[in-house]
């Protein structure tokens, strides 16, 4: 079977380069519009994944009006497809203008096939990213997998495993960095399982003193200590019918181990001061950044408490695992403050998304969210630049510095190959046809590049 190809549109009205173009893209279906009649009526038809626009067409050839009011109308009917307007020598600033307007990139005639295809790839492979990401959240609809922005093999399989995990009423560890996302993932596990209708109820143990952490979970009677002015329940009594989320649990202090270990064997507590035991249906869920293991190790966690809470695990995967989420994540995190806080930001420059994809984001995706949020407000045009974020580009420069096309297009594919063998989860066969490409050149590609084993 043979993968379909991405649709280019091509919008060019000298019939040399319209000639020239069409045949230089052989890895997309392409179709050839003269003017804007032509160009709305192939845009509205064939939804294309990218737009290329010469900004000089008829009747206007010798200047830009015509190619701009095109420009402006395939943003309004198509905000998703990424247009690259092709322009004059050393017209920059009706390039600038034309990325401003919404433009994904520009570029300068003479036309170089190969260098401009590169630039089509990378838009392509950004709108699929787009386009998946939008698919999962028509699967989910307004379920509680709607906060999870995700197209990463990695995090598909745990959007899986918390449908699974979530009917049941097994305690679950989720593990991952700081930063990751796990209350997300705990809120959608509370919003599929049958305990939806009861109360969430959160604590985080490393944010509260342990002297006060006792009464905060287990509650107390009246004159129990000085200032207990009247009997409180604790956060495990609260979330009785729910779900109990101890967030951090791998620094719960060791006298409340033990404690909280007899409450999920019993099922019952004793508040502090009180005598009478109070039975607690709840669900307990927990998360932490630590390594449990090496603590027990270490005589700093109780191995028989570890296996109480670690009935299921959930591995969330650091950002810099998660192939293509960090450039979705920031997009989605664009439009959510640009609305709140009245900004007229329309999306990210090239160099700004190449360094999104390029940094390890170290803080993960509140890492990730907190450069956005800056960047909209810092930002002077309509687009996030690489300046807005403060990020290095990819090359470790604060300003991305010309490469060799070689260095740039073996590593377009080599990127390409790692994706598509995740995508297939390592099928050749399937990760040729991902590719458009035969088995042989796979592997001799894989080869090349070191992929191989």
Known sequence: MTQSKDRLLVVEDDPGLQSQLKWSFEDFDVEVAENREEAIAHLR??????????????????????GFAVLEEILKLAPDTKVIVVTGHNDRTNALRAIAMGAYDFYEKPIDPELLSFTITRASRLFQIEQENRRLQAVHGTSALEGLIASSPEMLKVCRTIEKLAPTDVSTLILGESGTGKEVLVKALHKLSERRDRRLVAINCAAI??????????GYEKGAFTGAAKTTQGKIEVASGGILFLDEVGDLPQPLQAKLLRFLQERVIERIGGRSEI??????????????????????????????????????????????????????FLEKYAAELKRPIKGLTPQAVEAIEAHDWPGNVRELENRIKRAVIMADGTQISLEDLELPGPNGQRDLDPFNLREVRENAESQAILRALARSDGNVSKTADLLGITRPTLYNLMKKFGLAD
């Open 209 to 218: 003193p342990e002297a006060l952490l006792e009464s905060e979970l287990f």
């Open 45 to 66: 038809r064939l939804e294309p994944a990218v737009v290329t626009l010469d900004l000089g067409l008829p009747p206007d050839p010798g200047g830009v009006s015509e």
């Open 279 to 332: 039975p607690v249906d709840v669900r307990v869920i927990c998360a932490t950044h630590r390594d449990l293991p090496e603590q027990i190790q270490a005589g700093e966690f109780r191995e028989d408490l570890y296996y109480r809470i670690n009935e299921a695990t959930i591995r969330v995967p650091p950002l810099r695992e998660r192939q293509g989420d960090s450039l979705l994540l920031a997009r989605a």
